[in-house]
């Protein structure tokens, strides 16, 4: 059981064996994961503190609010309400993988270097220890990361794993055009030996 | 009590992800390069073992079919996905493990935050222009292969039992887990 806790990473049926434990958990307790809509629900939150149009209550709408803007009013003003809501289930879901995340780090043997933890060693190899340039490389990627998500209405949580445990046909059609393009990119990117 | 539930569920799912080595960048590039199948070989059963049990607790009544959430096919679903796999390349983050990353201090994962923070915005502006081009062309509304019991959503394998389609799909996936090479020893970047 210690070593379960402490070890740095868990061999891939433990890994896989846990992985469908946790979504089979939250579907039967709440409702499929998803990620990448709480990315538009904060970025809203910080559109709203500059402006006070852009969220507005309105008894008119399903949800109760409205906003100008096309997205954050779609579907009855879903998002609009969240972003005046922001204490419910999907967001605070969010903060609480980042603690998990943080807890799991903290429990395992310090083993990886500080450099580790700006560039993978896959990087460094093919592009060398500018910090700069993993930086500049690591924000176009969230960019495109994020934009291609809301385009598809969901991520790996909400498409790949929550859509395909679901044998719903759109995640079968994401992780498709996921993986059609990011592993000839990937062997390309990171042509090399190691 | 959703709350609750939500920080209970969020720290549990945010623990896995880094335990799996999900969080790691490293492990990310080297799945997509097809150089280490451990994420590769941990998805495919988590996927498959999950479908299987969701099918089953659905069929006996444990889990309610109206927790279920199935998402529209649009020609967006593959096209984004594109898009997502080439920053996913690139990057080595998805949304959730950049922000579990960031939890366990890594540093790139910040910008990858703020990036996304921005892609996302971009979008959101960009929508209102979008909903009415071919990207929101309808692929099959809300469908799925096996019957979830929710009239919500359609069933393209409705004249078969839920449990064969999920169960068959479950196994298969957990066999190609099983046969998929492991990792060698050499590959992690955190062999203590």
């Given at each position: ?16 064996v ?12 709440v ?7 709480q990315?538009?629900i904060?970025?809203?939150m910080v ?5 006070d ?20 009013n779609?579907?009855?003003?879903k ?11 999907s ?14 780090s ?5 083993g ?5 933890l ?27 990361v994020?934009f291609?998500?809301?385009l598809a209405g ?16 759109s ?13 000839p ?9 190691k | 009590?959703?709350i609750?539930l ?13 335990k ?5 960048p ?7 390069r ?25 069929n006996i009544g444990?889990?309610d ?11 967006g ?7 997502f ?23 790139d ?11 996302a ?18 692929l ?51 062999v203590?």
């Amino acid at each position: 059981m210690k070593n379960f806790i402490y070890q740095s990473q868990w061999g891939w049926l433990l890994s896989g064996v846990s992985l469908g434990i946790v979504f089979i958990l939250t579907v039967a307790l709440v409702k499929p994961i998803g990620v990448s809509t709480q990315f538009v629900i904060l970025d809203g939150m910080v559109w709203d503190f500059f402006s006070d149009q852009i969220v507005v209550e309105d008894n008119t709408a399903k949800s109760g609010y409205s906003s100008p803007n096309a997205y954050l009013n779609k579907s009855g003003g879903k998002y609009a309400k969240n972003v005046a809501n922001p204490i419910n289930y999907s967001f605070i879901f969010v903060f609480a993988m980042i603690a998990g995340g943080f807890i799991a780090s903290r429990l395992q043997p310090a083993g990886e270097s500080k450099d580790n933890l700006i560039a993978p060693l896959v990087w460094t190899d093919r592009f060398g220890d500018s910090q700069a340039k993993r930086y500049l490389a690591v924000f176009v990627g969230g960019f495109l990361v994020l934009f291609g998500s809301r385009l598809a209405g969901g991520c790996t949580s909400g498409h790949m794993m929550s859509g395909m445990m679901q044998t719903s046909l759109s995640g079968y059609l994401f992780t498709l055009g996921t993986f059609a393009v990011a592993v000839p990119v990937a062997i390309l990117m990171y042509k090399g030996e190691k | 009590m959703n709350i609750i539930l939500s920080i209970v569920l969020g720290l549990l799912f945010g623990f896995v992800l880094q335990k799996i080595g999900a969080a790691n960048p490293q492990n990310i590039i080297n799945m997509l390069r097809l150089k280490d199948f451990h994420l590769m070989k941990t998805i495919f059963f988590g996927i498959g073992i999950s479908s299987m049990f969701l099918f089953v607790l659905l069929n006996i009544g444990i889990i309610d079919s109206a927790n279920l959430s199935v998402k529209t096919s649009y020609t967006g679903v593959i096209i984004g996905g594109i898009i997502f796999g080439l920053g996913w390349a690139i990057a080595g983050f998805c949304p959730g493990t950049g922000i579990v990353a960031a939890g366990a201090g890594r540093k790139d994962a910040l910008l990858f935050i703020l990036g996304g923070l921005l892609g996302a915005f971009v979008f959101t502006l960009l929508y209102g222009l979008l909903k009415a081009t071919f990207l929101f062309g309808n692929l099959g509304g809300k469908a799925t292969l096996a019957a979830t019991g929710n009239a919500k959503f359609t069933t393209l394998f409705a004249s078969m039992p839920e449990i064969v389609i999920a169960g068959g799909i479950g196994i298969v996936f957990m066999i190609i887990a099983w046969i998929l090479p492991g990792t060698q020893k050499n590959q992690h970047s955190i062999v203590k």
